[in-house]
């Protein structure tokens, strides 16, 4: 780190090597802490309850972080002064951040009975006590964690009150260099459509439009054009597909607080489109549907699929069915389904369903859209499986390309007959391309 400003030490020329060399030579007791228990004792009647004022207003200076008292002098970078001279500004105000109570739990570490946690577990576990345990709340359901977090927000936007002039003045000058209006460069479907979007400097959210490839119709407008000329194409008949901005609409005047969306993605026939939308900020998509034949969102009962990721994949030829990944309480990506449009979802078919917690799915298509591809990940591990899409549903199998092999990663595809693999096996440094 930025403590030691000496001369870097022989074989550690692009680091401050002599922090690492005094790090080696230090002798750990076996007897120090191996969990958090060492943060109980005789902090845990004062952290029990909130905080008093802050050290550095200690105007004595004595074994407080004033310039007398030598924790301020001991900082180990300026950025480290600066932040204890603020912590000093928002002392002297009264701004206190919430402390938490301890609350010491002992959490096992290893194998536990009736619970998965994968291979080569230690056994018997290792049990280490955690005062901030309680902090857990997987379920978020917790209204003490929640009213935590609302406390953390409200201690932030009051100690950062001082920068608001700033913020506001970055914004403005960021917002100055926009344009007025931006369009993206239209993207070509099979079926004689494109698609793209476009954004305004006076609204939020982008609005979603389509196009026919084709010389007789009522021309788009100019901006539009141009970016068509320039890859050789001639749109006309706007149709105006997917306004996000109007989707934000509370319904009382206002707008949500959040919203992020998926899409839309046309069915292969044009005839309808779906797009996924999440209002929560967890990364929770309700999919919907929409016929552009009437303009309208499809309504029946049980339309919408909720709990995925926002990934849709339809069927290589009609409407009839799309393929989602959804995910479990933990949002994690585990099961890819096919939904039959006008179908509740508790009907749909599962095609794949990954139980181990480490890894998590994701789909795509292959470049010539003969496949769904679908890569079961963890953070070091990947495993990918093929369903063809020219062929009949019910004749088509799931094919796993290669299984799963501890610590090698691979991406697929394919085109024109053969698959094309990037893995990093071998112990490949950057990877290589197979096919």
């Known amino acids: 780190d930025d403590s030691y400003c000496g001369q870097p030490v022989k074989g550690f020329d692009d680091s401050q090597g002599a922090g690492i060399a005094a790090f080696k030579a230090t002798s750990l007791k076996p007897s120090g802490p191996t969990d958090f228990g060492f943060l109980l004792g005789q902090q845990q009647e004062a952290r029990s309850t909130p905080l008093p004022a802050s050290p550095l207003s200690n105007s004595s200076g004595v074994g407080g972080y004033g310039d007398s008292g030598g924790v301020l002098k001991r900082c180990r970078s300026k950025g480290d002064q600066d932040m204890w001279i603020e912590t000093k500004r928002l002392a002297v105000e009264g701004l206190q951040p919430p402390a938490p109570p301890l609350r010491p739990q002992e959490v096992l570490f290893g194998a536990v009975q009736g619970e998965d946690r994968g291979s080569n577990l230690m056994d018997p576990p290792l049990v280490r006590t955690d005062p901030f345990h309680w902090l857990r709340d997987d379920m978020h359901e917790n209204e003490e964690i929640r009213q935590l977090l609302e406390d953390e927000d409200l201690y932030c936007c009051r100690a950062l009150a001082s920068l608001q002039e700033l913020s506001d003045e970055l914004h403005r000058e960021m917002r100055s260099h926009e344009k007025e209006s931006s369009v993206g460069i239209p993207s070509i479907y099979p079926g004689g ?61 206002g707008s949500r607080p959040y919203l992020s969306t998926c899409g839309p993605d046309p069915s292969a026939d044009h005839v309808l489109f779906a797009y996924a939308k999440d209002f929560e900020g967890n990364d929770s998509y309700r999919i919907s549907f929409h016929d552009t034949r009437q303009n309208a969102e499809l309504k029946e009962d049980n339309v919408e699929l909720e709990e995925t990721d926002g990934s849709i994949l339809w069927e290589n030829s009609g409407h009839a069915a799309i393929y989602y990944v959804g995910h479990d309480h933990e949002f994690r990506g585990y099961i890819v389904r096919k939904h039959v449009v006008g179908t509740p979802q508790s009907s749909d078919t599962v095609v794949l369903e990954e139980k181990d917690r480490r890894f998590s799915v994701s789909i795509c298509k292959s470049s010539d859209e003969r496949f769904l591809i679908i890569q079961s990940a963890s953070s070091e591990t990947a495993e990918n499986y093929l369903l063809d899409l020219d062929t009949d549903s019910k004749q088509s199998k799931l094919i796993s390309v290669c299984a799963r092999e501890f610590g090698i990663h691979y991406d697929v595809d394919h085109c024109m007959g053969f698959l094309y693999i990037l893995t990093d096996k071998d112990g490949t440094k950057n990877s290589k391309l197979c096919r």
């Open 193 to 253: 459509y494109a698609y793209y979007s476009r954004g305004s400097k006076k609204k939020a959210y982008e609005s979603h439009f389509r196009a026919r490839i084709q010389r007789d119709g009522n021309p788009v407008p100019s901006d539009v054009a141009a970016l068509a000329q320039a890859i050789d194409l001639q749109l006309v008949d706007e149709e105006l597909l997917l306004d996000e901005n109007e989707l934000n609409d509370d319904g009382e005047g």
